[in-house]
């Protein structure tokens, strides 16, 4: 199951933060975050594990609540290149193989 | 730079045709991943594989195949084109074998194939 992510749109103006949240209903081992700019490749931004271990962007910032299965991603001081598509991946270590599953998007647009 | 590359940008096939999407990385990736990216459903995993021969179904592998007979190449076969197979296809790479299949490694993508069929 896909995780959840609010808000799907957002417009803010330069220079304003903006929170994007990513929820899933199963038990999560890490949470991945990247973001794709209009016609290119999805990059990445940042591996959120379980038990707090981080890997990233240094200009990102990112929280992971493990016991209600959530992540957000905080965007400040937003500049025009934040603008783009932005997609969490949850990986769940239920029985079977170990999945990672995107969420369906978030869009940002920063305007001047 | 990581590179991963895709054989077509846009691709129009017919119905019923074979299709062969290809995928090569030049950074001696263990895993290589088959996504496809439709409006409002985000990325989705076709299949992956963690070495060469080995692969693992994702979570939409119905009317797929895959083919890693290399350890840089992963391809991804439609064995009877449908329409509701036209998409855009993502390929993507990371290191780290199986015990690092999604949970320490970011993943490199590659620019995409929209993919039409007719």
């Known amino acids: 199951q896909q995780p959840v992510q609010s808000p799907q749109a957002v417009i803010l103006r330069e220079g304003e933060d903006a929170v994007i949240n990513c929820s899933s209903s199963?038990?999560?081992?890490?949470v991945h975050w990247y973001r794709q700019k209009h016609g290119e490749a999805p990059v990445f931004l940042m591996i959120?594990?379980?038990?707090?271990e981080q890997k990233g962007h240094e200009k990102i910032s990112a929280s992971f609540n493990e016991k209600k299965q959530q992540s957000s991603l905080y965007l400040t001081a937003s500049q025009l290149s934040y603008s783009g598509t932005y997609f969490c991946?949850?990986?769940?270590?239920?029985?079977?193989?170990?999945?990672?599953?995107f969420g369906q998007g978030t869009r940002l647009t920063i305007n001047p | 730079d990581v590179k991963v590359t895709q054989s077509s940008r846009y691709l129009v096939k017919r119905t019923g045709e074979k299709v062969f999407l290809e995928c090569v990385q030049d950074m001696d990736h263990e895993n290589m991943f088959w996504y496809r990216q439709d409006p409002g459903l985000g990325l989705r995993l076709i299949y992956f594989s963690y070495d060469v021969k080995m692969k693992e179904k994702g979570d939409i592998p119905e009317g797929y195949s895959v083919s890693r007979e290399k350890k840089e190449r992963f391809s991804l076969i439609l064995e009877s084109a449908s329409t509701n197979q036209t998409s855009m296809y993502l390929c993507?790479?990371?290191?780290?074998?199986?015990?690092?299949?999604?949970?320490?490694?970011?993943?490199?993508f590659g620019p995409g194939t929209r993919l039409t069929v007719l």
């Open positions: 993507a790479s990371s290191s780290g074998g199986l015990a690092g299949v999604f949970s320490y490694n970011e993943q490199f």
């Open positions: 199963k038990a999560l081992y890490s």
């Open positions: 991946g949850t990986e769940s270590r239920l029985q079977g193989a170990q999945k990672l599953v």
């Open positions: 959120l594990l379980k038990g707090g």
